[in-house]
């Protein structure tokens, strides 16, 4: 079937000049926004994220919802101790049982303090709140637990790596 649609597609592309067209728009969009996203962030946007994390932690202290970063927020941490300079999100992540129960509350915290819900997801294996502020996204996921694993969408890691 795969193989089917891919011909297809080769057909349209050929032989169907506003679908050329369609799919040359989408490419141009799609390399725009990853220039825009894949770039060096200046100072202020780092001391921007930095802000805003700070104000998210203490969002997540008064609710008393346990955290951990993730992603290249982790992955800054370590390597560089701040920011990825070209990372243009904070990831935070949680675990399912501690942030299902108080979902609504915490987007009212979030909101009330100041950051914009870009969407959310409250399926339990594709739990997701998008938020910004300052401009600078904090994408926060949540991982179920089944069995040893913890898991999310097409992710998992043993739970003997969560936090405690």
């Not at 104000?55 to 990825?84: A, C, H, N, Q, W």
């Amino acid at each position: 079937m795969n193989m089917i649609k891919k011909l297809v597609k080769k057909v349209a592309i050929v032989l169907i000049p506003s679908y050329r067209k369609r799919v040359a728009d989408r490419k141009v969009l799609h390399d725009q926004q990853v220039q825009e996203k894949v770039r060096i962030r200046t100072e202020q946007e780092l001391q921007q994220q930095g802000k805003g994390l700070s104000e998210l932690r203490d969002v997540l202290d008064v609710i008393g919802l346990p955290y951990f970063i993730s992603g290249g927020t982790l992955l800054g941490t370590i390597r560089e101790k701040d920011f990825i300079r070209w990372d243009w999100d904070v990831g935070l992540d949680f675990k399912l049982e501690d942030v299902y129960p108080i979902r609504n509350d915490f987007l009212a915290k979030l909101e009330e303090n100041g950051f914009e819900i870009l969407n959310t997801n409250f399926e339990k294996t594709n739990f997701k709140i998008n938020a910004v502020k300052y401009g600078v996204r904090y994408e926060m996921l949540a991982y179920i637990k089944v069995g040893d694993m913890r898991y999310r969408k097409s992710s998992r890691y043993p739970e003997s790596v969560s936090y405690t």
